[in-house]
């Protein structure tokens, strides 16, 4: 398999379907669906829906009611980092190395387009019950996970300590639950809806969730080491963020070498884990290998 | 009927309900849950969850789930009110009385608090596919309501054109485009979502959203009136904010006699459409009136 080929396929489907399911651009609001487009439509790895559509496929999912899904989180994602991204919060004028949709489009209009962002998630999602009014059930029980993994007990919960605790040393402790809830809540929500949605089995789904909760970990912990090693040209932003912020990362914590170790032996748990799925799981594989040995 | 004595039973059953879908404080991320609770059992006429077990029970409704929806609503309402106020917003330090939400626990955490409820909403709504799975497709539906009625084809749009239209005289057609998503959205939400949730019949349910429409609008008609005629101590609220801030309002555009008349007509009118549904609506209609000759 040649995992770029196979990478850019796939991230090429992801860009129409997100297209597809942004709201037309028209009537006296039309900013809003402006300032939507721009910070969704500002690029990234589409990491969080093409793990959800890999996971559907793995349990034999072949329709299109997982697309306002895929859709659906990647519009979660993107509103957590416009409102991050606020002076309120980080204050960041750049990201992927455009100026953020704050800047662009001013202060009020970044809450605004966050918000819009987050309940148009729910909107999008919801469009699955038209799609296939017969699984209604397994589609309120997505949506369900959906809601969970970004709320007060996942990434918004993540992100409250994060903030509550920046310019802190903390624990590893508290550093770790940081990470599972701001960074791995979403990449579990995206492999259990694909799962709940291909009819998946309560084991498997669980399965799926714990890991999703090492690869999530893995990617966090290699986003550490790019903020040491990295260069702002690859990564789009500012590298030595977090020393500058005087902030505990798992390098700060555990070292270069530790944290390369650490991220390496959760992907490799996490690869021999979903083999013992028994499903045919080869890019998905190859993808929790890139993830864990990217440059940005 | 006494309307007072009815008025107070539902609302005391609607707090509990509210608080009995409040989160637990606890974890890391007990701030958010204390800033929710803060904000939403702030007080408030509870008039949307109100009115969606009116609609409910009105189509025959019995069962519990409508609670979560009820307080999923409630809790939309308020994280609208929490961004609402915050500085790049209105910039208001009280409502109802007490410090808002940024004031007490900061501005970052604010905006958390704010996407905490919205999202948290959604997760509540989500415990009906729990409560009755058999309803799915029916929850579903009113799940859908909910979240388009709140976004930007609803609320959030509204609220758009209203942030982007402030400090500029307006016409009288984008006022009532404002009004319309910004107040009666919601509005038009509770009653359709109660309605969908007892079985109501599709052409019921569009009759509901429109009373609910003339109603939403009658209500803020009221809300300019007050603003004119009211005092800060009854409203908890400073009063003459529209003329300080050279707002357009119902008032300015038709005077104070043109509003009462045009939201009493549009009272009369909603509680016309409402008998023709023959069904035992006492107490809806009563809650009607109040809405449009309310001191408070």
Redesign the interface.
């Known amino acids: 398999m040649n995992f770029n080929e196979e990478y850019e396929k796939r991230l090429t489907e992801i860009e129409s379907i997100l297209t597809r399911y942004l ?1 037309e651009k028209e ?3 039309k ?3 402006e300032a ?1 487009e721009y910070s969704l439509m500002a690029g990234g790895k589409r990491l969080r829906p093409m793990l959800m559509l890999e996971s559907f496929r793995l349990f034999g999912g072949r329709t299109a009611c997982i697309e306002p899904f895929m859709a659906a989180l990647e519009m979660i994602h993107t ?1 957590s980092l416009v ?1 991050d991204d ?4 980080d204050n960041d004028d750049y990201r992927r190395g455009r100026k953020t949709t704050h800047v662009v489009y001013g ?6 387009a ?3 962002l ?3 998630a ?2 999008t999602a ?2 699955a ?1 038209d799609l296939e ?1 017969e699984n ?2 397994r ?3 997505a ?2 996970i959906l ?2 993994k ?4 996942g990434m ?6 994060d ?2 605790e920046s310019g802190h040393r903390i624990s590893g402790d ?1 550093l770790e ?1 940081i990470y599972r ?1 701001k960074t791995s809540a979403l990449i579990e929500s995206a492999v259990m809806t694909g799962a709940v949605l291909a009819g998946a089995a309560d084991e498997e789904i669980r399965r799926m969730e714990e890991i999703a909760g090492k690869i999530g970990l893995a990617f966090q912990i290699q986003d550490d080491i790019l903020d040491v090693t990295g260069t702002e040209e690859l990564l789009g932003k500012p590298v030595h963020s977090d020393e500058k912020n005087e902030k505990t990362t798992y390098v700060s914590w555990k070292g270069l070498e530790g944290s390369r170790r650490e991220a390496a032996r959760l992907t490799d748990e996490a690869i021999a884990d979903l083999r013992a799925l028994g499903r045919d799981s080869a890019y998905l594989e190859a993808l929790f290998r890139w993830l864990v040995y990217r440059d940005k």
Chains 1, 2 share one sequence.
Do not use: T, W
Request: charged share 15%; aromatic share 12%.
């Open positions: 709201p009537g006296y609001q900013i809003i669906m939507m509103y409102h606020l002076p309120a919060m202060e009020d209009m970044g809450i605004l966050g918000d819009a987050l309940n148009y729910f909107e919801c469009k019950f009014p209604s059930l589609i309120g029980r949506l369900k809601a969970e970004a709320g007060i007990y918004i919960g993540g992100q409250v300590v903030v509550r508290l639950f809830l």
